[in-house]
């Protein structure tokens, strides 16, 4: 065996059997860290706040974050999504699939990896497991806008949708609003009935979409191409949390629904190309011009609802700056094992 293999079997030895000593040092004494189990003991609260101040930076321009890049395959696709926070002192790039069908496989929808550089130097100085994490930060945006754009501090919770994402956003919105009950949709009722037993603090009730949707704020978590959302379920003073339109084609809201209502979006480059907005404007149904804001310009006090009857949607594409946030904090969080950069 190579000496790098040697020094390699030996690390990860001890990393899952502790106390194992390793045999050999890294040839030129560079380390990277690999983490997992980022998500342990991570506290939503914390990760609410950190994606918040990430969404304030953004909002006073303050970050490098170009669009995120897809590339499309035979069952889903890939995307990178690099950034740099200067307030944080960090910078990266998460490498994350979307792939539907991976659940009958035994498989995540959405599995994702960031890794961090050196900023002095560019080397690679950690890699994270950061599956759980993008759950997470998703949920936390959404935890943000409700807690800046709903007009109620005291809510009924609607959700389409019943997956990881769907729980995500229940769990970080809880921390943001107070929440009274929750009405749920999905096509499973299997699904359905997972859903309402990881929540049994809440009242929760398995209802038609059209039902769900006479709420406080709605969140939506389809991969659906088609809108499930129709414009006239929609209340005055409602707010929206759409989380599933995340590539081109998708959209899960009657368009006549935008057009009623304040859309903030995460960023508009990217919510344009893959939000739920992406397919109306490709339509000629919404405009770029429509938008009312971003969700940084929100948190900054820049932008607002406009009135406690308005109806708003946040349109979540999922930021790198979100990413970079979650891990500057998970990197204190789970497992590490030290992997030789050669």
Same mark, same amino acid.
């Given at each position: 065996?190579?000496?790098?293999?040697?020094?390699l079997k030996?690390?990860?030895?001890?990393?899952?059997?502790p106390?194992?000593?390793?045999?050999?040092?890294?040839p030129?004494?560079?380390?990277?860290?690999?983490?997992?189990?980022?998500?342990?003991?991570l506290?939503i609260?914390k990760?609410?706040?950190?994606v918040?101040?990430?969404?304030?930076?953004h909002?006073?321009?303050?970050?490098?974050?170009?669009p995120?890049?897809?590339?499309?395959?035979?069952?889903?696709?890939f995307r990178t999504?690099?950034?740099?926070?200067p307030?944080?002192?960090?910078?990266?790039?998460?490498i994350?699939?979307v792939?539907?069908?991976?659940?009958?496989?035994?498989?995540?929808?959405?599995?994702?990896?960031?890794?961090?550089?050196?900023?002095?130097?560019?080397?690679?100085?950690a890699?994270?497991?950061a599956?759980?994490?993008?759950?997470?930060?998703?949920?936390?945006a959404?935890?943000?806008?409700?807690k800046?754009?709903?007009?109620?501090?005291?809510?009924?919770?609607?959700?389409?949708?019943?997956?990881?994402?769907?729980?995500?956003?229940?769990?970080?919105?809880? &921390? %943001?609003?107070?929440?009274r /009950?929750i009405?749920?949709? *999905?096509?499973?009722? #299997?699904?359905i009935?997972?859903?309402?037993? $990881?929540?049994?603090?809440?009242?929760?009730?398995?209802?038609?979409?059209?039902?769900?949707?006479d709420?406080?704020?709605?969140?939506?978590?389809?991969?659906?191409?088609?809108?499930?959302?129709?414009?006239?379920?929609?209340?005055?003073?409602?707010?929206?949390?759409?989380?599933?339109?995340d590539?081109?084609g998708?959209?899960?809201l009657?368009?006549?629904?935008?057009?009623r209502a304040?859309?903030f979006?995460?960023?508009?480059?990217?919510?344009?190309?893959?939000?739920?907005?992406?397919?109306?404007i &490709? %339509?000629?149904?919404?405009r /770029?011009?429509?938008i009312? *804001?971003?969700?940084? #310009?929100?948190?900054?006090?820049?932008?607002? $609802?406009a009135?406690?009857?308005?109806i708003?949607?946040?349109?979540?594409?999922?930021?790198?700056i979100q990413?970079?946030?979650i891990?500057?904090?998970?990197m204190?969080?789970?497992?590490?094992?030290?992997l030789?950069?050669?």
């Open positions: 065996m190579s000496l790098y293999g040697d020094f030996n690390r990860i030895s001890r990393f899952f059997c106390g194992k000593e390793i045999l050999y040092p890294a030129n004494g560079r380390f990277m860290q690999y983490f997992t189990d980022t998500d342990m003991g506290d609260g990760v609410n706040l950190a918040e101040a990430a969404f304030a930076d909002g006073r321009g303050l970050v490098q974050m170009p995120k890049v897809y590339v499309t395959l035979p069952a889903g696709d999504m690099p950034a740099y926070i307030s944080l002192s960090i910078a990266g790039v998460k994350v699939n792939h539907p069908e991976n659940p009958a496989k035994g498989l995540p929808t959405v599995m994702a990896l960031t890794i961090i550089l050196d900023i002095p130097t560019g080397q690679p100085k890699i994270i497991n599956t759980k994490l993008t759950d997470m930060r998703t949920g936390a959404g935890a943000v806008a409700g800046y754009l709903s007009p109620k501090k005291e809510i009924v919770l609607g959700v389409v949708g019943t997956g990881r994402q769907a729980e995500a956003q229940v769990m970080a919105i809880s &921390r %943001e609003l107070k929440i /009950e009405r749920v949709w *999905g096509r499973s009722p #299997e699904h009935r997972k859903f309402a037993d $990881r929540f049994i603090e809440y009242p929760c009730h398995s209802l038609p979409i059209e039902k769900v949707c709420c406080d704020l709605l969140v939506t978590t389809t991969p659906s191409r088609s809108p499930i959302v129709r414009s006239e379920w929609i209340h005055e003073g409602t707010h929206i949390n759409a989380i599933g339109a590539a081109p998708k959209e899960e009657d368009p006549a629904l935008l057009r304040q859309v979006v995460d960023d508009a480059a990217q919510a344009v190309h893959s939000g739920e907005i992406n397919v109306p &490709r %339509e000629g149904l919404f /770029e011009t429509d009312a *804001g971003t969700l940084g #310009e929100v948190v900054i006090g820049k932008k607002k $609802r009135r406690s009857d308005s708003t949607i946040f349109d979540s594409t999922g930021l790198a990413d970079l946030a891990a500057h904090i998970a204190e969080h789970g497992r590490k094992i030290e030789p950069f050669l």
